[in-house]
């Protein structure tokens, strides 16, 4: 079966660069979610989009901003990158016919230097 | 807002035992799921079963299974006959949903509670 893609796996910046992640949902899927983890820590949830409109805003912080396009994939822009960014970033999809269960994907690992 | 509280930061049971993590919550709404995810060493985060709040009956998932008690807010997890693969983080997760607008919201996790299953 068809799970979530999310590029790159791994990414490398420098403070005070930007980085974008990307999001490639469920086929069928209509809603995405972000989520940050840092090290030890569990899962904090960012944005979502339902049906390319922002659906629920979490603790995303005003560097980001995120978008879901016609084709209904995602993506995150983090700018003025600071070390406490440095986590894993999970994007995840669901549809109402599953009962809006969530389905992870392999996360991104960003680490700012 | 809603909070999930789980009070066991790591359990250790041995192979084949039963074995139950406890997850407390706290919200003001009554629509809404609860699920446990299993993060493995790998970091992949897995659903692991769902519970809706309008059904009484417990969610059964092979040797997954869970006691929703709504009155007291409590969703406990059972793992039956665990087994080494079972190795990992468990965060019990709370979804609110909506009655317009479609989509739901965000998951608000637990802190975790790390079991692990020895040999």
């Known amino acids: 079966a068809a799970g979530v893609i999310q590029s790159p796996r791994h990414l490398i910046k420098e403070k005070r660069e930007t980085a974008t992640l990307k999001c490639y949902p469920i086929p069928r899927h209509d809603t995405v979610y972000w989520y940050q983890q840092g090290p030890g820590q569990d899962p904090q949830f960012l944005i979502s989009?339902?049906?390319?409109?922002?659906?629920d805003k979490g603790s995303i912080p005003d560097r980001f901003s995120a978008q879901q396009f016609s084709d209904y994939h995602s993506e995150l822009n983090m700018s003025s990158l600071e070390l406490g960014d440095s986590a894993l970033y999970f994007c995840?999809?669901?549809?109402?016919?599953?009962?809006?269960?969530?389905?992870f994907g392999p996360g991104t690992r960003l680490t700012v230097t | 807002a809603q909070t999930v509280t789980q009070s066991q930061p790591e359990m250790s049971v041995q192979e084949a035992e039963t074995v139950t993590l406890s997850c407390t919550y706290d919200?003001?709404?009554?629509?809404?799921?609860l699920f446990w995810y299993k993060q493995p060493p790998s970091r992949q985060m897995i659903l692991v079963i769902r519970q809706e709040a309008y059904k009484q009956q417990n969610a059964t998932e092979n040797r997954f299974s869970v006691n929703f008690q709504k009155a007291a807010k409590s969703f406990s997890l059972k793992i039956s006959d665990s087994q080494l693969g079972d190795t990992a983080m468990y965060f019990c997760?709370?979804?609110?949903?909506?009655?317009?607008?479609?989509?739901?919201?965000?998951?608000?996790f637990g802190k975790g509670t790390h079991l692990i299953i020895q040999p």
């Open positions: 997760a709370f979804m609110n949903l909506r009655y317009s607008g479609g989509g739901a919201d965000g998951l608000t």
């Open positions: 995840a999809s669901s549809y109402e016919g599953s009962s809006y269960e969530q389905y």
């Open positions: 989009f339902y049906e390319k409109m922002q659906s």
């Open positions: 919200t003001s709404e009554n629509n809404y799921y």
